[in-house]
């Protein structure tokens, strides 16, 4: 079973503290890592895809970068309005359509 | 601007009523897809339509219905099937034949009363 796992829960962060989330994943194989932010009472939007090992992707003060079995979003001195919650999902190659995969989300608080 | 409509925003609903959630795309995009998200899951599939007059059931299809008779709509209702309807109800469209992510809508907060 196709399954994504991210880590931890819940971050807080004070302002320039610099972290990481990771999203870890279990699938048959992979089409596509998707990175997004959500926040509160609003639908995700997209932030970037990644499609193999190696494979690094760079937004303002964010960057994500994938292994074989896991992604990390890095987060470099960041600030409140960074705070939000950011999920992860991945495409298995096997799915007929382009079903995503969603893992629980990280939620990210920055205090200033 | 192109973008996925969803309405209403907060929807209440009595137990045993069937409620349609609207979800509108003008992106052009041939895939639509609704997901459920409750507190500290991930979002979870209920239904995803690659094609007009197509769809198929997702992870989580019992109690709820769509419809996809034109490109830019995809309506869920909300059946009196579901036992546990209280959750944010998001829609999403994509491009097919590629990967490609999704463009999701601002999402319908549904509370049974």
């Known amino acids: 079973e196709d399954q994504v796992t991210q880590s931890p829960e819940a971050l807080r962060l004070q302002e320039g503290e610099s972290s990481s989330l990771n999203c870890s994943y279990t699938?048959?194989?992979?089409?596509?890592l998707f990175w997004y932010r959500q926040d509160p009472g609003k639908g995700p939007e997209f932030l970037f895809t990644l499609y193999s090992a190696g494979e690094e992707k760079e937004k303002e003060r964010l960057k994500a970068t994938l292994t074989k079995k896991e992604s990390f979003l890095h987060i470099t001195a960041p600030k409140p309005e960074d705070s939000a919650t950011y999920l992860c999902a991945v495409q298995p190659t096997l799915q007929g359509a382009q079903k995503l995969v969603f893992g629980q989300g990280t939620r990210l608080t920055i205090n200033p | 601007d192109g973008g996925i409509t969803q309405s209403p925003k907060y929807l209440f609903r009595k137990e045993g009523q069937n409620v349609t959630l609207s979800c509108e795309q003008n992106?052009?995009?041939?895939?639509m897809y609704w997901y459920r998200q409750d507190p500290g899951q991930g979002l979870r599939l209920i239904y995803y339509?690659?094609?007009?007059?197509?769809?198929q059931k997702g992870d989580i299809a019992e109690g709820y219905s769509v419809s996809r008779e034109k490109k830019e709509s995809f309506p869920l209702t909300v059946t009196s099937a579901q036992k546990n309807p209280t959750a944010f109800y998001l829609c999403?469209?994509?491009?097919?034949?590629?990967?490609?992510?999704?463009?999701f809508g601002s999402g319908t907060r549904l509370t049974v009363v």
């Open positions: 699938v048959s194989g992979l089409r596509g």
């Open positions: 339509s690659q094609i007009v007059n197509d769809f």
């Open positions: 992106l052009n995009h041939d895939a």
């Open positions: 999403a469209s994509s491009r097919t034949g590629a990967i490609y992510g999704y463009t």
